[in-house]
Nanobody
Framework: QVQLAESGGGSVQAGGSLTLSCAASVQAFHQDVMGWFRQAPGKERDFVAA?????RRATYADAGRFTISRDNARVVRLQMSSLKPEDTAVYYC????????????????????WGQGTQVTVSS
């Protein structure tokens, strides 16, 4: 069974930075697309970023402020800078299994497993 554990959420003032981490317990991590999504109160879950199994390719909803990365220790990170109050949401890590090395996925329906989420609150 795949388990994902997010950490690093918290409260920050506008303009600040946070780094979220997601530890994945998967056997074939090198074949998995990893993604970050977020859900604000009363809104749908939105795509934030995804990284290919190889780590060579990434895609973003809002390029420039966020950076996704992964390492061989089955950890995926989302570095967030210049945070805005509208970034306030619960952030979820997700795994999309059985991907080719440089593929990425932006649709939540393409992901197979989800973490419990970590709250990010940005105050003005």
């Amino acid at each position: 069974q795949v388990q994902l554990a997010e950490s690093g959420g918290g409260s920050v003032q506008a303009g600040g930075s946070l780094t979220l981490s997601c530890a994945a317990s998967v056997q074939a991590f090198h074949q998995d697309v990893m993604g970050w999504f977020r859900q604000a109160p009363g809104k749908e879950r939105d795509f934030v970023a995804a990284i290919s199994p190889s780590g060579r390719r990434a895609t973003y909803a809002d390029a420039g402020r966020f950076t996704i990365s992964r390492d061989n220790a089955r950890v995926v990170r989302l570095q967030m800078s210049s945070l805005k109050p509208e970034d306030t949401a619960v952030y979820y890590c997700a795994v999309g299994r059985g991907s080719t090395s440089d593929s990425v996925r932006r649709d939540s329906g393409q992901y197979d497993y989800w973490g419990q989420g970590t709250q990010v609150t940005v105050s003005s």
